[in-house]
């Protein structure tokens, strides 16, 4: 089994996740303004969990960090509580003491998506990028948005959900009907121009992907492979979801 000599896997108890991940995160942060590449579900949540703790005892300010969102679902606008606007500005920005001003997310209810999201692109990139990239895996393999068979320099674009991706996301919405059939993505071009990643998987059904993701060909079929083409990624994966890695370098 292979895995990229610049991807740094640390396997951990699930009671340690939030604390390694934010310790990942954090050690790549630079002071000044950072910018912060925020991914949204459920597997980043005890890492913003952990930030908020360290923020309310005063062990780091992020208040002016900048938060750039992964993706937005279309259809869906920041007052809607199952939007990723949403989901920023609750679960991350108010608990860092962070202003809504200072969030870069796609309009959901932008009357052009394409161009919300090329617009979106031109806008990371005025802001001179990303410097750390929080990123989950579906259990398809998918990073943010980008299905399987998404063009290795894709560009933040709409984009159809597949069928696993909505059904691994009804559990937000009560049923698979709700969940919107297409979103606005970064593209595997655009997140691949964060300076680092932090790619984080937890639990027995991310297993089989974060397996294809770090150890297997570098695939479009396998979009999260991408990771294996960039120069500095750190996985954080529990047990259950590094069950399938034989694991080599470095680890806890
Ligand atoms: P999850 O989503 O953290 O809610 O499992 C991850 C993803 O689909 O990228």
């Known amino acids: 089994m292979t895995m990229s000599a610049s991807l740094r896997l640390l396997v951990v108890d ?5 604390a390694a991940a934010a310790d990942a995160v954090l050690r790549r942060l630079p ?3 950072p910018r912060l590449g925020v991914a949204t579900g459920d597997t980043p949540i005890p890492l913003y969990r952990e930030l908020a703790r360290r923020h309310a005892c005063g062990q780091i ?3 002016t960090a900048l938060l750039i969102a992964l993706d937005e679902y279309v259809g869906l606008g920041p007052d809607d509580p199952d939007s990723y606007a949403t989901y920023v ?6 608990p860092l003491g962070i202003g809504t001003e ?3 997310i796609a309009d959901g209810l932008a009357p052009d998506p394409d161009l919300e999201a090329a617009n979106l ?3 990371i990139e005025a802001l001179g990028g990303v410097d750390v990239q929080i990123a989950g895996i579906g259990s398809n393999g998918h990073l943010a948005f980008n299905e399987p068979g998404s063009a290795w320099e894709s560009g933040t674009r709409v984009v159809q959900l597949s069928e696993q991706t909505r059904q691994d996301n009804a559990r937000f919405f009560g049923t698979v009907a709700d ?3 297409r979103a606005i993505t970064q593209g595997l071009g655009t997140i ?3 300076r680092s990643i932090v790619l984080l998987a937890a639990g027995t059904a991310k297993s089989a992907a974060l397996t294809a993701a770090v150890s297997g060909p570098i695939d479009p079929h396998v979009p999260a492979s991408m990771l294996q083409r960039h120069p500095a990624v750190t996985v954080i994966a529990d047990r259950a979801a590094a069950a399938g890695l034989s694991l080599r370098g470095e680890h806890r």
Do not use: M
């Open 14 to 18: 699930t009671d340690q996740f939030g």
């Open 31 to 33: 002071a000044h303004r």
């Open 61 to 63: 300010d992020l208040r």
């Open 89 to 94: 500005r609750t679960l991350v920005a108010a």
């Open 102 to 104: 200072n969030i870069v």
């Open 121 to 123: 692109d031109t806008r």
């Open 179 to 181: 969940v919107p059939h």
């Open 192 to 194: 691949s121009r964060a």
